[in-house]
C-alpha cells in the first residue's frame, strides 16, 4: 500500500533533520537605538547590513542556507518534482498583451528556459486613431518586430537581477530602464537608444525605481536617505552630470514617503509624498521649459489625496475621517484652488470611491 505523499515527505524531513547539524545561532551584540525619547535595545541589529557587503553577516546567511538544505536534503527531489510539474502548466514561450504608445507597439516576451522577459516593440502600420479594435499585426506581413531590451543578456554575469522600470521617452526615441543586481532595490539607471542600444549620457545611481520622462531631454526620479526612504525628487537633463541634477522637492519629514507617476493625459507628472494617514501632491507640467513642482493638494494632516488629469481639469479623490468613503472634486489646470465636488462622500458603508480611469472621451469612476 503506497504511503500519502505527505506522510513520506514528514518521515524523510525527520529522519534528514536528524542528520543535520546543529542549527546556526546568531550572536548578540547589543545596540541601542534611541528615538523620540525612548531607547530600544536590540540584539541582532549588527544583522542589517543595507550594502549587502558585511562578511560577518553573509557568512551567518551561507550557513543558515547550507543548514536547511542539509535538513530538507531527503526531500530535495519531491521538490524538484512539484517544481517541473508547476513550471510544466506555465507557457514559457509567451507574449503579454501589447501596448500602443506613439508609433509602436510594446510588449514583452518570455522565452523557453529563460529566466528574464525581451522588451520588444513592432511598428504600427497606420497612422489611423486608437479604437477598442486595434490589434497589433502579426504574421509574414507584419512590421519586424524588434528587441529593445533583453533581459536575459544584461543578466549574465550576475547572481540577481531585476529591472525595476523600462519607460520610453514621448518620441520613442530613447528608452531609460532602472536596473538592480544587488537586490536593495537601488537602481542604477541607464539611458539607451530605442533602436541600437547604445547607452545615452552617464548613468544614475542609488534611485528608485519611479522615473518619468519631463519631455525628451529631462527625467525626473527619487533617490532615498541612509534608510531606504524615498525622500528626494530631483531634475536630470540627459547628458548632464548626476552631481549637477536640481532637488526639486525634499521631504523631510521621515514618517512620509514619495512616489511618482505620470497621469493618464502624458501632460503632467505627479509626485505624492504619503504617510499612513496623510497624502498631498505636486505637479509638474511637463510643456512648460522651466521644471518645477507646483501644490495640487495641500499637506493637511488625515487627508488621503489621488490625483488624475485630463483636458484642462485635474481630478482628484479625497478621504479623511469626515468622508471616509472618499469624495470626487474637480478642478481647472490653471487654478487648483477653484475645486468642484463631482461626486460627494456617501454615508453608506457599502458605497466607496475607489479607481478613477480617464481617456480622451471616457470617465470612468469605480466604487465598492
Known sequence: RRQPLRQ??????????????????????????????????????????????????????????????????????????????????????????????????????????????QHCRRLVPTDGHITVFDAMPVGLDAPDEHIVLDENVKAEGHDYYSIGAFKVSPSGRLVAYGEDTNGDEAYTLYVIDAESGEYVGQPLKGVTSDIEWAGDDYLVYITMDSLHRPDKVCLHKLGSDQSNDMCLYHEKDDIFSLGLQASESKQYLFVRSESKSTSFIFHLDISKQKKQLEVLTPRLYGIDTAASHRGNHFYIKRRSEDFYNSELVACPSNNVAEATVLLPHRERTSSSLRIILLSMSVRMVYQK
Not at 39 to 64: C, F, G, I, K
Not at 84 to 90: L, N, S, T, Y
Open 8 to 117: 513520506l515527505a514528514l518521515e524523510s524531513c525527520t529522519s534528514a533533520s536528524a542528520m543535520a547539524s546543529t542549527p546556526p545561532v546568531a550572536r548578540k551584540v547589543l545596540h541601542e537605538l534611541a528615538e523620540h525619547g525612548d531607547v530600544r535595545l536590540d540584539s541582532y541589529y549588527w544583522l542589517r547590513d543595507d550594502s549587502r557587503s558585511d562578511p560577518a553577516v553573509l557568512a551567518h546567511l551561507r550557513a543558515e542556507n547550507d543548514y536547511t538544505a542539509a535538513l530538507m536534503s531527503d526531500v530535495k527531489h519531491i521538490e524538484d518534482e512539484i517544481f517541473a510539474e508547476i513550471r510544466g502548466r506555465i507557457k514559457e514561450d509567451d507574449t503579454d498583451v501589447p501596448l500602443r504608445r506613439g508609433q509602436y507597439y510594446y510588449y514583452e516576451r518570455t522565452l523557453t528556459g529563460k529566466e528574464y522577459v
